[in-house]
């Protein structure tokens, strides 16, 4: 890959010159900048709209700050659009994180951007209509696209260290009574996610990964942890890499 190809990764992703670009990314630079030139993100791009859903489609919500995005995330939407059978995957930029001070996070509309770059399959949707609700809380996200699409059949998804701090969430207990979650196993996570205080609430309601594929379709609470191949990326660890190589 040029250095070309790596600048315009940093560019759009918000990384500093000369820092770690991810792979993924990378190669889909590569692919887009072959037929067009990367397109600067702008606060029109933001696809602030829910997007299009049919009655009885199987849709995955996945929602964070992604500051920044990486394999990691990723390998969690393809592994629940493979197990859970998913129609679609919302890739869900949020404004910003409730648990998180805000200080140093890039601009929405970068971290749109720059999750598109790992959008890869078509059936992941990169939106950033969460800061059209007013809210950053996951609870009402979830409850205003149930109530705006009652036929849909909507699945939580997140990591498995997300599900470790997962009794510290507002409304935890209505998200999980809501919709059923997929929870995507990540290196380190797995017996800390399952010893969590919302896991042992949630015990009796923990489906079997066999049957991941009928998730979707059960009345929550229903979850489940997923094993997939594990990507040793971290957002913490990218923004370390960041300010180090910004010095």
């Given at each position: ?61 996945m ?5 920044p ?14 197990r859970?059978?998913l ?9 910003g ?15 749109v ?48 260290d997300?599900?470790?701090g997962?009794h ?28 969590s ?10 489906v ?10 059960m ?11 594990l990507s040793?990326?971290s957002s913490?660890?990218?923004?370390r890499?960041?300010e180090?190589?910004?010095?």
């Amino acid at each position: 890959m040029s250095n070309l190809d790596h600048a315009k990764i940093q560019s759009v992703a918000g990384f500093a010159p000369g820092s770690r670009a991810p792979t993924i990314a990378a190669n889909a630079v590569r692919q887009r900048a072959m037929s067009r030139p990367s397109p600067r993100p702008s606060s029109a791009d933001l696809r602030t709209e829910v997007p299009l859903a049919l009655a009885g489609q199987r849709i995955g919500l996945m929602g964070g700050t992604f500051n920044p995005p990486h394999a990691g995330h990723a390998t969690c939407a393809i592994t629940a659009l493979r197990r859970l059978k998913l129609d679609q995957l919302w890739w869900i930029v949020t404004p910003g994180n409730p648990l998180k001070s805000g200080e140093g996070l890039p601009s929405l509309a970068r971290r749109v951007a720059a999750s598109r770059l790992f959008a890869t399959d078509p059936r992941i949707k990169v939106t950033g209509f969460e800061a059209a609700l007013g809210s950053a809380y996951t609870y009402e996200t979830l409850r205003h696209v149930t109530r705006r699409l009652p036929g849909v059949h909507f699945v939580w998804v997140m990591g498995a260290d997300n599900l470790a701090g997962f009794h510290r969430w507002q409304q935890w207990r209505k998200i999980a009574r809501l919709v059923p979650m997929a929870i995507v196993d990540r290196p380190g996570w797995r017996l800390p996610a399952l010893a969590s205080p919302a896991a042992a609430s949630l015990s009796r309601h923990r489906v079997s990964e066999s049957r991941a594929a009928l998730l979707p379709l059960m009345a929550p609470p229903a979850w489940t942890l997923l094993s997939t191949r594990l990507s040793e990326a971290s957002s913490t660890s990218l923004r370390r890499d960041t300010e180090r190589n910004a010095r």
